[in-house]
């Protein structure tokens, strides 16, 4: 008997557990970024993988789209956090395009957040704490090079230096490191249940204040 196909092993493939918490609509608070913490807290309390994880989807000047994991670093009334380097491709994209969408997917929970906005860049001090809470491994590694390009010959050397210049110095946080705010547009929280039902709550700002609509699955 042959092997089933790839596309049968993945059609197969059991998507969500049985047990998944709610979303009921009637009950959501009148700020999506409150909704977005009510659930981080959940996913965190229920020990879910990764709950920071994100996809970040950016597109630089002609359009040309690209998607990349980031850590989420926090959710604060102005919106959701991450922090890179201003010189990799995803600064030079925002730099282009101070737009951006970021995904959340919680698979234990059979939950799926996508928020959309516009970009700005968070004060020094948020990005400076930022860098000087990584690994100075991770440090070294920022200042060596750059994000992205391929790596050559001087490799070792250049990540030698950038280590000796972490460690002479604790306090080093180069420039380009940048702490990000995506400011929500729209944020749709996306809820599965049995029996492949889902239930997805899009909030979408207009005129200063959150509109709110049940979508279609
Ligand atoms: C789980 C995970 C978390 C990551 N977190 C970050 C992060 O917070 N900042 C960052 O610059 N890159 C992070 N990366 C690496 C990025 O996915 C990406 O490779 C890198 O930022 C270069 O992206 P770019 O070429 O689009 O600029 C992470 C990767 C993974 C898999």
């Known amino acids: 008997m042959s092997e089933p196909s790839l596309r049968d092993r993945l059609r197969a493939l059991k998507v969500f557990g049985e047990d998944m918490p709610e979303l009921v609509p009637d009950a959501a608070p009148h700020d999506p970024l409150d909704l977005l913490r009510t659930w981080l807290e959940e996913a965190l309390a229920q020990g879910v993988a ?3 994880a994100m996809t970040l ?4 000047a002609a359009g040309a ?5 980031l850590l989420l670093k926090d959710l604060t009334p102005e919106g959701v956090w991450f922090a890179s380097l201003s010189s990799s491709p995803k600064g030079r994209d925002l730099e282009a395009n101070p737009r951006a969408a970021v995904v959340l997917y919680w698979r234990e929970q059979g939950r799926q957040i996508r928020v959309t906005g516009a ?12 860098f000087l809470q990584r690994h100075p491994k991770a440090r070294a590694t920022a200042i060596a090079g750059h994000q ?20 002479a110095d604790d306090r080093f946080v180069p420039e380009e490191w940048v702490a990000w705010i995506l400011r929500p547009q729209t944020v ?8 492949r039902e889902q239930t997805r709550l899009r909030y ?8 709110r609509d049940l979508l279609w699955p």
């Open 50 to 52: 990764q709950p920071h």
């Open 57 to 60: 989807a950016t597109s630089d």
């Open 65 to 69: 789209p690209s998607a990349r994991t």
């Open 119 to 130: 970009i700005e860049k968070g004060p020094r001090d948020v990005a400076r704490a930022d």
């Open 148 to 167: 992205s390009e391929p790596i050559g010959d001087d490799h070792d050397e250049l990540q030698a230096d950038a280590q000796a210049r972490v460690d």
């Open 188 to 195: 749709e929280f996306w809820q599965a249940a049995r029996h």
């Open 204 to 211: 979408e700002k207009s005129g200063g204040d959150w509109q």
